[in-house]
């Protein structure tokens, strides 16, 4: 059964093809609200709960073109996770190397214990996200056409005051779930990758890594990067949504190009959405990827999707006053940069941890099996 589009909402409540559908209990935009009674339907509701629109079905936030190397290291398959954003401790030589060892071996024991759990709170933290976007949508329609509020409210099984709720409580619990997945997978990960960079630049790791040597100067640029790229996570998530929900409106005009409600709030959307990406690009001013002496193989010949070097990763700031700009095109691609750029930085730091690790003659560890939704 497919679920109702923003497309059949919008014709079954302003007039329009309807197709037939059967009838279905209990919305998914009321299901972020437990114990709430249902609302009031004093007209027979026929139709399915608000979706997202197809064409915002996008890929999760990880990489479907995952280099083997990082796949392993994280122990999920392409696609069935979020690629995390880790902020590291400087490299240099563990007084106890033996400890650290200990440290590194447990690390990795706690990783795979929190991955299956990790994955139910990436789980959570898409659903929420999604029911947001349905509940924005449906409040833009509401201010777009005041006179057929009531009936919005009914095809979509919903009420003002749910919509209110769930715009309030999505973003809270957005920020519950994935401070638990950060908390017993992304801890554990980033101490993995910590104590295998430690080792590296032990002079007691020779034997086992002849060329730890060159390979530690290559360890101090990823974690300097890494580190500051997760300082702007947070911001790179948020324009993430609010492009979705400019994407959403887009769509919208596209279907009611005489409405001066529409566009005056995809105008307001964009300003916000272009001042956002103004202030990252000057927030990642100069942040690149550096340049390394070769390409790291972990054992034999990899088969990861490489990057040049010369490719454009540094992130040029811009005027703020291109914001006011409205018939300059949209450009949103610093959203998308930057996360390539994490993924990159985290493939190099996955090639030196399995590096380690194989010298040290530790057992590779397995792929936990995560359903695609995560």
Same mark, same amino acid.
């Given at each position: ?19 037939? %559908? &059967? ?6 935009? /009321? +299901? @972020? !609200?437990?114990?709430?009674? $249902?609302?009031?339907?004093? *007209? ?110 009914? %095809? &979509? ?6 919509? /209110? +709720? @769930? !715009?309030?409580?999505?973003? $809270?619990?957005?920020?519950? *779930? ?197």
């Amino acid at each position: 059964m497919e679920p109702i589009t923003l497309d059949q909402l919008v014709d079954r409540v302003l007039g329009g093809p309807t197709p037939t %559908v &059967a009838p279905k209990k209990g919305s998914k935009l /009321r +299901r @972020v !609200l437990p114990g709430r009674r $249902r609302p009031d339907r004093d *007209a027979p509701v026929t139709q399915e709960p608000l979706e997202p629109m197809e064409n915002l079905d996008r890929p999760g936030p990880a990489g479907r073109d995952l280099a083997p190397e990082l796949s392993a290291l994280l122990g999920f398959a392409p696609g069935r996770g979020p690629l995390p954003w880790l902020t590291l401790g400087p490299v240099f030589a563990p007084d106890n190397p033996q400890a650290c060892l200990r440290d590194l071996r447990t690390a990795r024991a706690d990783q795979v214990r929190g991955l299956g759990r990790a994955a139910v709170s990436w789980r959570e933290a898409r659903r929420l996200r999604e029911i947001g976007l349905r509940a924005s949508v449906l409040s833009d329609l509401v201010e777009i056409f005041p006179d057929h509020e009531a009936a919005f409210f009914r %095809v &979509a099984e919903a009420n003002a005051g749910a919509v /209110r +709720r @769930v !715009l309030e409580r999505v973003p $809270r619990g957005i920020l519950k *779930a994935r401070g638990h997945a950060s908390e017993v997978y992304n801890s554990p990960l980033a101490r993995r990758i910590e104590g295998a960079l430690l080792l590296l630049a032990s002079p007691s790791i020779r034997g086992a890594v002849p060329e730890a040597p060159k390979l530690r100067p290559r360890a101090v640029a990823m974690v300097k990067l890494t580190t500051k790229l997760a300082d702007v996570e947070a911001r790179v998530d948020h324009l993430d949504r609010r492009r979705e929900r400019y994407e959403t409106l887009v769509r919208l005009a596209r279907r009611l190009p005489e409405s001066v409600v529409v566009a005056d709030l995809m105008t307001r959307e964009a300003r916000r959405l272009r001042a956002g990406v103004v202030e990252l690009r000057q927030l990642t001013h100069g942040v690149q990827f550096p340049d390394l002496d070769g390409d790291l193989v972990v054992s034999g010949p990899s088969d990861a999707q490489g990057s040049s070097v010369g490719s454009v990763y540094a992130l040029d700031a811009i005027q703020v006053h291109e914001v006011e700009n409205e018939d300059q095109e949209m450009d949103t691609s610093p959203i998308d940069d930057l996360r390539r750029l994490n993924q990159r930085a985290l493939t190099e730091l996955a090639k030196l941890t399995l590096r380690v690790e194989r010298g040290l003659k530790l057992k590779p560890l397995g792929q936990v099996e995560i359903p695609r939704a995560a």
